[in-house]
């Protein structure tokens, strides 16, 4: 009996070994994500971040039902916009702090010391780049581990486990200096386990999160050795605002699901069903029906106010001088209009003029490349990248 008990707890220590640790403070708690790549050490965090940014101050219809949100966005995406009030109506010193949920994993054997510091979109929050659902073809964490690369990556503000804020004042540029303070702390060897101090950083980022990402490293261009920026494109000429805003056709978040978002405020919006997801970041017949079921189940809802300042930035990124990839899937549909082919180049070249700039069209996929078949073939891109430019 003795024995068989001793053995369990073996078996326990050395799983839960397997699947790393949680710890809080020094306090070790259980492992919140449903998967970590077995190849790879993990750990998860819950990140205090004070921050200080001049933000947004918006003035919406504060809506509490679907009818009201209609008719703000039928009012802002026509003809009847011409007079209509912008929402934004000045700008605030604010300084707040947040708890932010993050998960760190590096190789067990033969790490670089290169860590990815990753930052989602809008749709899945950071298991975009930890997939539970077929690793092998979809999930980037594992695609770096197995190449040496470390990845830290986290819910933004407002998404997974992070901290919960208005969806009415949530918007790019508080993340932008939650970014940057979070790549401070991953460079200076914080919430890294046991792996210490990176050598060099990378910053990444998709869509939403790539703009983050972008306006981040264009004004403090010292943070980080290199940027990979997936599923954007600097042609706002090709962006069709109001088509998005149609296509996505947004709902309350806690009326559609009270159940997984009842506590988002009305703020807090999200696709209507699985179709609307397929419309905006897939391109048949390149995807698998159970992969967008699995993004639709586990999507998470986006603010209003992230959703009106996905550009809200300087784009010239001049400043830096390390090694920057944009790539986006060649049929993207959010920030191409669904052909990036022809306008994909400039402004880019001009924007990272002063970086080792690669732009990169990965063929058969739209927004969300990651949960396309082909979704290594681009994972492959971004390591041979990394490698080429000594990362
Ligand atoms: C916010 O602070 C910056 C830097 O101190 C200052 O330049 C700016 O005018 C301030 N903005 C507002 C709205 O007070
Ligand atoms: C967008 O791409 C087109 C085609 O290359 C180009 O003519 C246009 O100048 C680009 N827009 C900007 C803002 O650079
Ligand atoms: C898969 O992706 C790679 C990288 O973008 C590309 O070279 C290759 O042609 C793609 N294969 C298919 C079948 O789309
Ligand atoms: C099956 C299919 O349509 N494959 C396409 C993938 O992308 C390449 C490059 O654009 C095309 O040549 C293939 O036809």
Request: charge should be negative; charged fraction near 15%; hydrophobic fraction near 40%.
């Amino acid at each position: 009996m003795f024995q068989l008990r001793a053995t369990i707890l073996a078996i326990l220590a050395s799983s839960s070994l397997a699947m790393g640790h949680s710890c809080v403070s020094g306090n070790c708690i259980a492992l919140t994500q449903s998967y970590y790549p077995p190849g790879a050490d993990c750990w998860e965090y819950k990140v205090p971040v004070t921050v200080t940014s001049e933000n947004l101050v918006f003035d919406f219809p504060d809506w509490t039902d679907d009818y009201a949100l209609e008719d703000f966005l039928a009012l802002v995406t026509t003809r009847a916009s011409a007079g209509y009030p912008s929402p934004v109506v000045g700008t605030k010193n604010e300084t707040a702090s947040y708890t932010i949920a993050a998960s760190f994993c590096t190789p067990k054997v033969g790490s670089k010391k290169t860590v990815i510091l990753a930052t989602h979109g809008i749709g899945q929050p950071r298991s975009h780049w930890n997939s539970a659902y077929k690793p092998d073809e979809y999930n980037f964490v594992q695609y770096a581990i197995n190449n040496g690369y470390s990845v830290w990556f986290y819910d933004r503000l407002g998404t997974g486990e992070s901290e919960k804020v208005s969806g009415f004042t949530n918007q790019l540029r508080v993340q932008k200096a939650i970014l940057v303070e979070l790549a401070k702390l991953v460079k200076s060897g914080k919430f890294t386990g046991s792996f210490g101090k990176p050598d060099k950083l990378v910053v990444m980022g998709f869509s939403f999160g790539s703009f983050i990402t972008h306006f981040a490293v264009a004004e403090n261009p010292t943070i980080a050795d290199a940027a990979v920026l997936t599923g954007i494109s600097y042609n706002t000429s090709a962006i069709n605002a109001n088509g998005l805003v149609r296509s996505f056709v947004p709902r309350i978040a806690s009326l559609q699901n009270p159940r997984l978002f009842g506590t988002l405020d009305p703020g807090y919006l999200t696709w209507v069903d699985v179709f609307s997801q397929i419309n905006t970041y897939f391109k048949y017949p390149f995807y698998d029906i159970p992969t967008s079921s699995y993004c639709e189940e586990y999507k998470q809802p986006f603010g209003i106010g992230e959703f009106l300042t996905i550009t809200d930035g300087d784009f010239d990124a001049s400043g830096f001088t390390g090694a920057a990839l944009a790539i986006a899937g060649k049929n993207d549909y959010i920030v191409c209009d669904g052909e990036c082919e022809g306008v994909y180049e400039e402004p880019a070249r001009t924007i990272w003029k002063n970086a080792k700039f690669t732009p990169y069209l990965h063929p058969n996929a739209s927004h969300n490349f990651n949960f396309h078949r082909n979704a290594t073939g681009a994972y492959e891109v971004i390591t041979s990248f990394l490698k080429t430019n000594g990362l």
